[in-house]
């Protein structure tokens, strides 16, 4: 399939446009490409990419306009750092989709199976931010976003470049990537998701999004990939607070199951009879259900989300809450679990494991 690639004179500030508003003599189009149009008025640059049905994802051809009469054809790279269990399953989708996508990876061996795919996989970080247009990262903790995303590594992007943070981070570390990326002159864009392992493989997960609007509008191709995007705004620290407390929301559903089984197991009746009336009627839910089973099975090996990183999140809760003198009684008690669990050697456990240590409480 031929990918066509020209430059509009249009109006400065982010838009996209369909196919048939395209003027003449640009070039022919595919039926089922699109394009996007980004201006950028603060360096006077207007980029146009064209995505058609190609099954070779890592097509993409741009003009970049400079001034009325200078111009010169580049390739803006599209990168996605962080291939764990999460980001492998969201790389994925976005690749299936059709979309460009280079890959880097600090474990290469992680990244190989993409690279026999056919995928493009650079084998050094600054090999893969150079000249990039969107940084997409996926990325453990604070300290890990920190060591990607710096004013080193930031500035080794494309002028007016999107960072989208996938990562769960502290609100005070999306507040300082989002001043970093304002120094660097591009955008910084938390989009925190919820959702297992399974979820992001199978592109359902929830995108929790917030951060300046051209910024979206940038990515809006790719977002949608990996699941359903719930919009909160333009403040950068917003979607991670709610990722926080949406996560607490889950640990704090581990412990309560986990105290309702012991309840009535303590009375004689079956955890499991007593769960099935309940997921099947008043707390008819996903998570109610995922983490029920779980809990039930004993199933704590091979983890969608570690002991670990729970962890981290009760530690960034507790952080947040302190942060903003929020009272959150209940979060000590799941800080405290999680503590156990890692003094136990959990550490590589599903989270949903300290639904043990709940159980030992209640037998002891």
């Known amino acids: 399939m ?6 509009l004179a249009i109006a400065a500030g982010p838009t996209a446009i369909a196919i048939g508003a395209l003027a003449p003599g640009i070039g022919a ?19 146009i990419w064209v995505f058609g049905d190609s099954k070779d994802p890592r097509i993409r051809r741009f003009k970049r306009l400079r001034g009325p ?21 969201m790389a994925r989708r976005l690749l299936d989709a059709g979309l460009p996508l280079d890959l880097y990876n600090r474990d290469q061996a992680k990244a190989q199976p993409f690279r026999e795919a056919g995928a493009k996989v650079h084998t050094s970080l600054p090999e893969a931010l150079s000249g990039a247009g969107a940084l997409f990262t996926m990325l453990s903790d604070d300290e890990a976003l920190k060591a990607v995303v710096n004013r080193e590594t930031l500035s080794m992007l494309a002028p007016g ?17 989002a001043a970093l ?26 995108l929790c999004v917030s951060g300046p609007s051209a910024a979206k509008k940038t990515v809006k191709a790719y977002l949608p990939a ?21 996560n607490f929301m889950i640990a704090s559903l581990i412990e309560t199951l986990s105290e309702a089984f012991s309840l009535v197991e303590n009375h004689g009746v079956s955890p499991e009879a007593f769960f099935g009336m309940m997921s099947g009627t008043i707390f008819d ?45 209940f979060a000590s008690i799941l800080e405290d679990r999680f503590l156990r669990a890692l003094a136990r050697g959990w550490e590589g456990k599903d989270w949903c494991s300290i639904s043990a240590l709940q159980r030992e409480d209640a037998w002891s």
Request: proline content about 5%; aromatic content about 6%; glycine content about 14%.
């Open 161 to 177: 470049a999107v960072h989208v943070s996938l990562s769960t981070v502290g609100v005070p570390a999306a507040l300082e990537a």
């Open 285 to 329: 839910a996903p998570a109610v259900k995922t983490y029920g089973n779980l809990i039930l099975k004993g199933a704590f090996d091979g983890a969608g989300f570690t002991v670990a990183l729970g962890a981290k999140d009760a530690s960034l809760v507790k952080e947040a809450a302190r942060r903003t003198r929020t009272p959150m009684a």
């Open 69 to 89: 009469r200078a111009q010169e054809e580049l390739v803006l790279k599209h990168v996605f750092v962080g291939l764990g269990r999460m980001g492998s399953g």
């Open 29 to 47: 189009f595919p039926a089922a490409g699109w394009v996007q149009v980004i201006g950028d008025p603060g360096i006077g640059m207007i980029v």
């Open 226 to 246: 990996m699941g359903e995007i719930w919009d909160f705004g333009d403040e950068p620290g917003s979607a991670c607070a709610v990722k926080l407390a949406g």
């Open 181 to 206: 990326a304002r120094e660097a002159k591009v955008h910084h864009l938390s989009s925190p998701v919820f959702g297992r392992p399974e979820a992001a493989a199978a592109g359902t997960l929830k």
């Open 2 to 7: 031929a990918v066509a690639v020209g430059t």
